[in-house]
């Protein structure tokens, strides 16, 4: 008899705790940018400044930490310049290539 699991009792899934690598970041990164949307490219980058820890990065981006709380946050709309930066403190870039149809 197989036993049955309670999804409740699952932890949670947190992609921060997998991002443990330059590699592992860059191709997170490229999947969320192949969905082309906006909101989860910022969501991606608040998730990988968490995994790379919020302070060194709001203090590589030259933002506060508070700051960088609310850029990131879901459904923000961030000014170009601010995901620059932050990408810049990532140590990411982000890169145009023709689309196919």
Do not use: W
């Amino acid at each position: 008899m197989t036993k049955k699991i309670n999804v409740a009792d699952l932890p949670e899934f947190d992609m921060a705790e997998h991002l443990d690598s330059d590699q592992a970041i860059a191709e997170y990164l490229t999947i969320v940018m192949e969905e082309n949307d906006p909101s989860e490219l910022t969501a991606a980058l608040g998730t990988i400044a968490r995994a790379r820890g919020m302070a060194e990065v709001a203090r590589a981006s030259g933002l506060t930490r508070e700051a960088l709380y609310k850029a990131l946050r879901p459904n923000s709309q961030p000014r170009f310049d601010t995901i620059a930066r932050v990408c810049t403190a990532l140590g990411v870039k982000l890169v145009a290539q023709v689309a196919t149809a």
